[in-house]
């Protein structure tokens, strides 16, 4: 069994709120597009539009890979929509329907990019979906500070020299490639210094953290530039903490850890809750409500139509 050694914090780091919103709708697919010249909001919008709101987004994941689940899925309220390469058949063009999809439906695209191992995050990946119109990308195999800084920059255009100053780190600069004919671009329409400036505001990458190797190292990773939300992986923690995929109360405290390091250092968690009812699931939100975060993946595809399908199986033989 390995653990995660407790984790020291400095005491002059900035602090997230922790008051839970109340009871609260999901942001509406006519109140995303106000303001927006009728296209999607960025996930990042989306985020600071509900925290100004005081709500807390709620998203689900399409592993199947039909853009009608991605519709289904917006259709029910999902306030952003998480399209999964690493555990799926998804490829680039599967994706790429995807992205439309969702943002047809006013709900922001995030993509899971395929892993290569611990400590081998995809960067190709990265820019590739970015390319496509993500909004966001969740990146697994970061495991030390220097993983979370080449995820990073491979999401961030080079800044123009009217930015820079200096002798600009890899770090703090980005080496993601450019072309303006990309759709993230419009497909040319669009002065590549203002979609280069937009991307770079506007695109959430977001560090994948499922390993003791990458919690051992929380508050550095927390203090990389650029890095706006991080998302935990209990499952995949478990099972590398030796508990083959069983949240026990070890790997909740690994969690919480995570959480309350996160949000000293200003970066919002983001989390799965995968319970087996829906019941279930809202309690556990509320309680990591309590805690502090606002971002959250609840269901999956998949399980949710084979449980329901098994239900009305279940309930038509008794």
Known sequence: ?????????????????????????????????????????????RILRAEAAQRTLIGSWNCIGSPEVTEVLADAGMDFICLDMEHSSMGLETVAHNIRAAQAA???????????????????????????????????????????????AAGAFPKPVSQADGAVSAARDGIRGANPFVRAGRHGL??????????NEETVI?????????FEQLPEIMQVEGIKVVAFGPFDLSVAMGFDGVRTPE???????????????????????????????????????????RLFTV????????????????????
């Open 106 to 152: 006013m709900s922001p695209p995030v993509v899971r990019v395929p892993g290569q191992g611990p400590g081998k995050p995809n960067l190709k990946e990265i820019m590739r979906v970015l390319d496509l119109g993500a909004s966001a990308v969740i990146v697994p195999g970061a495991l030390s500070k220097e993983d979370v800084e080449a995820v990073m």
């Open 1 to 45: 069994m390995r653990i995660v050694p407790s984790l020291v914090v400095p005491e002059n780091v900035r602090t997230l709120t922790s008051k839970r919103p109340g009871p609260h709708p999901p942001l509406r697919r006519w109140e995303a597009s106000a303001g927006s010249g009728g296209r999607c909001e960025s996930f990042m919008e």
């Open 299 to 318: 269901g999956v595809d998949k399980a949710l139509l084979g449980r329901a399908a098994k239900g009305f199986l279940d309930a038509c033989r008794r």
């Open 251 to 293: 790997v909740e405290a690994c969690l919480m850890k995570g959480v309350e390091v996160a949000r000293q250092f200003g970066v919002r968690p983001m989390l799965p809750v995968l319970d087996l009812t829906a019941e279930s699931t809202g309690e556990t939100l509320k309680r990591w409500e309590d805690m502090g975060v």
């Open 206 to 214: 977001i560090p994948l953290l499922e390993t003791p190797a990458a």
């Open 190 to 199: 669009m002065p590549p210094s203002d979609y280069h400036r937009k991307s």
